[in-house]
């Protein structure tokens, strides 16, 4: 089985309420790392404009890069859920290593201000799941923009649209995210 998330781009305003979510709950210092981010995506020439958003976070990839490229081998994918996580006692930190944040093509690798910083990302809240809680996240936004869980369940909830404005095309990571993508 897979866990992923949801993102209906029709309806993110751009409130950065998943930001500041996640942040708190997972009390997230001030700083360069973000768990989740939000991309501003604007188009066109005045008056002929349009913006929409992109709520970006580590995407548990089928075949995450992060995964075949740590030398220490502190990243796994969970057989029971897909979730990718990270060993922090294993990791090498930002002054030996950084080879995962390289590879990912969505920057969810990240790590601290400190010299010895590990790496971190979303982990798609598994502390919630275990809870039969939805991630932080999810279950902040006002728009009802993100949802996440089973795959399947989502492909059947919300069909299997695999692209969005933004989002860059990485097929063979098979990122796990189904999107309703803004038309204009």
């Given amino acids: 089985m897979q866990f ?8 993110c305003s751009n409130c950065l309420t998943c930001i500041v979510a996640c942040r708190d709950w ?7 790392v973000f768990w989740r981010r939000v991309i501003t995506l604007e188009e066109g020439q005045y008056p002929d404009i349009s913006v929409c958003f992109l709520s970006t976070a580590c995407y548990h990839c089928g075949a995450a890069p992060c995964i075949t490229e740590c030398p220490a081998e502190a990243i796994s994918k969970r057989d029971s859920d897909g979730i990718v996580i990270i060993d922090s006692d294993a990791c090498l930190g930002n002054e ?3 080879r995962c944040g390289e590879v990912c093509p969505y920057g969810a690798p990240q790590f601290g201000k400190r010299p010895d910083a590990k790496m971190q990302k979303c982990h798609l809240c598994l502390d919630r799941w275990l809870e039969n809680k939805k991630p932080v996240c999810v279950e902040a936004c006002p728009m009802r923009a993100l949802d996440a869980g089973p795959m399947d369940a989502l492909e059947t909830k919300y069909g299997n649209c695999r692209e969005a404005k933004g989002f860059p095309e990485h097929d063979e ?5 189904i999107f309703k993508k803004k038309k204009r």
């Fill in 26 to 32: 997972y009390d997230i210092p001030e700083g360069p």
């Fill in 4 to 11: 992923g998330f949801y993102f209906d781009q029709t309806r």
């Fill in 173 to 177: 990571c098979r990122p796990a995210v």
């Fill in 96 to 98: 030996q290593c950084g």
